[in-house]
């Protein structure tokens, strides 16, 4: 079973900062936090991921708390093309083979 | 990043008659790839991890024997749907990997469309 919680959906204005939250409240000391991205029909995008610092890449910022129970991904400046559902997983990358579980994700809707 | 194929993307079949999807890294070698499934408007539910070389780990409540999951090389595995019914209509996904651990992500394929008339 998935061990995170998210909104179901959400709206976001064309070129306006996107914060997508998840909680993950059971997330165990070895378990790292993943989000990806599904464009409708299409394979899910990896988008970035974090352990307990804060992470930022070309695509989004992940803001972990800290005491790690729940997090946020940031779109700084979401297009249209940013429309997707987003998947947070958490991950124990040593064990169970690093194998994804899906939870049910945030549907984003920018809009123009 | 990485490129992960699939074929065909999509594919009509009468029922009865079994399909076997293609997934292939093409720049990498994957020790570790994962086949999905998802239904319309539901997330992606795991079936199995394969592993280059040995059998394939299926999840609970999968069916090996309908499933059949073969990973003969580091670039190819495939999953062929046998007697295929229309309750297996899906967007079949497989995902690579070089391996578990932090820094070897999950590169996914752009799906294969199963319609079982």
């Known amino acids: 079973d998935a061990k995170t919680t998210q909104p179901t959906s959400m709206d976001c204005a064309e070129g306006r900062a996107a914060n997508l939250p998840c909680n993950h409240s059971?997330?165990?000391?070895?378990?790292?936090v993943y989000w990806y991205r599904q464009i409708h029909s299409q394979g899910p995008q990896y988008i970035i991921h974090?352990?307990?610092n804060n992470e930022t890449n070309e695509m989004a910022s992940l803001i972990i708390t800290e005491d790690r129970k729940s997090s946020t991904l940031i779109l700084p400046h979401a297009t249209l093309r940013d429309t997707a559902v987003y998947y947070c997983?958490?991950?124990?990358?040593?064990?169970?083979?690093?194998?994804?579980?899906f939870g049910q994700g945030t549907e984003l809707s920018v809009k123009p | 990043g990485a490129v992960v194929s699939q074929h065909p993307s999509w594919v009509i079949c009468k029922s009865g008659t079994s399909v076997k999807i293609e997934c292939r890294s093409l720049?990498?070698?994957?020790?570790?790839m994962f086949w999905y499934r998802q239904f319309p408007k539901q997330s992606l539910m795991l079936m199995a991890t394969?592993?280059?070389?040995?059998?394939?780990?299926?999840e609970q409540g999968v069916e090996k024997d309908k499933f059949l999951i073969n990973h003969a090389s580091l670039t190819l595995s495939t999953l062929t749907v046998t007697s295929a019914h229309p309750e297996d209509s899906s967007f079949y996904i497989c995902?690579?990997?070089?391996?578990?651990?932090?820094?070897?992500?999950?590169?996914f394929g752009p799906g294969t469309r199963l319609t079982v008339l």
């Open positions: 974090g352990l307990k």
């Open positions: 059971t997330i165990s000391g070895n378990e790292y």
């Open positions: 720049d990498f070698q994957a020790t570790t």
């Open positions: 995902s690579a990997t070089l391996g578990a651990g932090v820094y070897n992500e999950q590169f």
């Open positions: 394969s592993n280059e070389g040995s059998k394939a780990t299926y």
């Open positions: 997983i958490v991950r124990d990358v040593y064990n169970q083979g690093g194998k994804l579980i």
